[in-house]
């Protein structure tokens, strides 16, 4: 088992970047959930943003409390 941190302790921001990613991929895939609830478009992410759109590509009325509930969660 000490064999497997010693990765963590010569390389911490290794360890820490895998920690981040792993957190963002969690984040984002929650993210997903939420937005296929909603019936929002998710248009992309990049790095630690996640860019998504109400009313598009098809036209709704409720587009703004569409994005509101999405925001609130």
Known sequence: MALSR???????QTSLAAHVVGFL????SR???LVAEAGVEKIKTIGDAY???AGAP???PDHAAAAIRLARG
């Open 6 to 12: 010693e990765p963590d302790r010569l390389y911490p």
């Open 25 to 28: 991929d969690e984040l984002f």
């Open 31 to 33: 993210f997903d959930v």
């Open 51 to 53: 860019m998504a759109v």
């Open 58 to 60: 098809e036209p709704r």
